[in-house]
């Protein structure tokens, strides 16, 4: 997997990127939303419900996992300061497809342990995860990027999709909230906790029962009205220079227009339009101009992975005229 986001790596194959699976046949049964290549573990541990959620620490950012980066054709850049976050959309999960693999600190990624994967939240951080069908919710610790699908707001760890109640569903609708190591207290003072055995009493039947403890837990101010989770820029430049991408250049018009329906069929992540520029006898089939050369390399890299051929990268004054 190697979940790894260093800047404008392009091996960026996450879970959230993967291709939802597709609606059955009508009259089939729907099978539960996991990604089409990836899916639970073999044997689900019965003890699974009664792992605990991640406590909030304070611990350093992560040297490489912060910087800016750029995905799909988007650019995001990592919080890196400790202010409040809230966001709301759909969480999805990862499972054994990536278990045992690398994550973007460089751990290794456990589905059974309360992690998570986040766009922008600062690697490592804490998040508060609350299902809003069930109310349930989780603490969960950051230490990967994603979900790269349009929607998605943060990438669970199939125990924490599980301790949600969205393992089988594949998806569910969920509020996501950065908690703090000063948050821990009452984090772990809000937890459920097992029911307690009855102890056996020496105390006769007529006498009075003992007065019950009552536990105040301090409740939580409301935090402060959220700023967007993250920054996202078009990578295309809007004016006269850059970086073309060439991906084919034909004689006939009509085997340039197919050729260009081919990628744009194969290449649905593709945030701008292919296009068809004729010049000099040829119809050349591009992408761009991308502001910078390691942009366009990134996206060149992507459709290589997909595609299975490389396009040649031009400056964009070098290339011929649309």
């Not at 009508?26 to 990604?35: D, L, S, T």
């Not at 409040?84 to 690398?102: D, N, V």
């Not at 569910?172 to 029911?195: H, L, M, N």
């Not at 010049?279 to 890299?301: C, F, M, N, S, W």
């Amino acid at each position: 997997m190697t979940r790894a986001l260093a800047l404008l790596a392009p091996a960026l194959v996450v879970a959230a990127c993967g291709t939802a699976p597709k609606a059955p046949p009508k009259g089939e049964p729907r099978k539960p939303a996991y990604y089409s290549d990836d899916g639970p573990p073999d044997a689900v541990p019965a003890e699974i419900a009664s792992i605990p959620d991640a406590v909030p620490t304070a611990e350093p950012y992560h040297r490489y996992a912060n910087r800016p980066y750029t995905v799909f054709g988007r650019s995001y850049a990592p919080v890196v300061n400790d202010e409040p976050m809230r966001e709301r959309g759909l969480a999805s999960w990862y499972g054994r497809k990536f278990h045992g693999q690398k994550t973007s600190t460089g751990e290794v990624y456990d589905m059974f342990a309360m992690t998570a994967a986040h766009k922008t939240l600062p690697i490592p951080s804490f998040a508060r995860v609350t299902n809003l069908k069930s109310g349930a919710s989780v603490v969960v610790r950051v230490n990967d990027r994603g979900p790269f699908h349009e929607g998605r707001v943060i990438d669970l760890s199939y125990a924490a999709a599980m301790k949600l109640g969205i393992a089988g569903p594949g998806s569910g609708p969920v509020e996501v909230e950065r908690v703090f190591a000063r948050d821990a207290g009452t984090i772990v003072a809000a937890a459920p906790r097992p029911p307690a055995t009855p102890a056996i009493s020496a105390t006769p039947p007529s006498a009075s029962p003992p007065a019950v403890a009552t536990v105040v837990t301090p409740l939580r101010a409301e935090p402060p009205v959220p700023r967007p989770a993250g920054i996202e820029t078009p990578l295309v430049a809007t004016a006269s220079g850059g970086f073309i991408l060439q991906l084919g250049a034909f004689s006939s018009v009509d085997n340039a227009e197919s050729f260009r329906a081919h990628v744009t069929r194969e290449l649905p992540w593709l945030l701008e339009p292919v296009q068809v520029a004729p010049a000099g006898g040829l119809h050349r089939v591009r992408l761009g101009p991308y502001k910078t050369r390691e942009e366009a390399q990134a996206i060149a890299d992507k459709i290589r992975a997909s595609l299975d051929f490389a396009p040649v990268i031009s400056p964009a004054q070098n290339a011929p005229p649309r």
